[in-house]
């Protein structure tokens, strides 16, 4: 993969990253927004778990990312989507580094995991369900309804996959289609096989990305992606 292919991918994961987050804004009464194509961002916090702003170009200004966020409260966090920032002097720190992760449309789908094999899989339909849904992503605690993923994000381009023994959810992922690209996040229940397997059904002539890292990117790299990048999240200390 040459360069220019690579930094497009990038850009294109990192744009389908702010759709699902976006998604998740506007659920809890957000109106986050595009500094042009070189920003994502929300003005007040966000949910827990998901960024204030998002680099969607190389070679953002720092200023530009952090004058449009509320650095005034507990929490603001950044994704450095080219881990190319240095936000150390505006009290931030890196919370975390990834990889994004990428595989072509039309690649042999992995071989089910042994925990996995048998699932059946299907999209989550109403809010029953996601809360199901949402308990078993939280190892069977559940938020009580005070979890990031709300009833209104079924639909907006985003599909909720669930497998499922005896009815009982035991695996799943989110799915959405921003950027022209698959974006597989909130993965659980080593459930690749069948969230690709999934994902090919719905929208074969696109590629997939998302972004991992310890064993997770291992198991991502073992079910087909590339590495194609690193990417840094920032966390307001001080």
């Not at 998604?23 to 966000?46: I, K, M, N």
Request: net charge negative.
């Amino acid at each position: 993969m040459n360069e220019t292919t690579r930094t497009a991918l990038l850009r294109r994961a990192a744009l389908n990253n702010t759709a699902w987050c976006g998604a998740v804004c506007r659920a809890h009464g957000l109106e986050p927004r595009y500094d042009g194509e070189q920003l994502w961002f929300s003005a007040r916090r966000t949910p827990p778990m998901y960024p204030d702003a998002v680099t969607l170009e190389p070679g953002v200004p720092a200023r530009n990312v952090v004058r449009g966020v509320d650095t005034a409260s507990a929490g603001c966090s950044v994704k450095d989507s080219f881990a190319d920032l240095d936000l150390a002097g505006d009290g931030f720190e890196v919370l975390f580094e990834a990889q994004w992760i990428h595989r072509p449309a039309g690649a042999p789908l992995p071989a089910a995991e042994p925990e996995a094999a048998g699932l059946e899989w299907s999209e989550v339909s109403d809010a029953e369900e996601l809360a199901a849904w949402e308990a078993a992503f939280d190892g069977g605690e559940g938020a009580g309804g005070d979890g990031p993923f709300r009833p209104g994000l079924l639909g907006e381009g985003i599909v909720f996959l669930a497998g499922r023994v005896d009815g009982r959810i035991v695996a799943g992922a989110v799915a959405n289609t921003g950027g022209g690209v698959v974006g597989v996040s909130n993965l659980f229940g080593a459930a690749w096989a069948g969230v690709l397997g999934a994902v090919r059904a719905r929208w074969p002539q696109l590629d997939v990305v998302g972004y991992e890292h310890g064993e997770d990117l291992e198991a991502a790299v073992r079910a087909g992606f590339a590495p194609i990048g690193p990417l840094r999240v920032w966390l307001l200390t001080q």
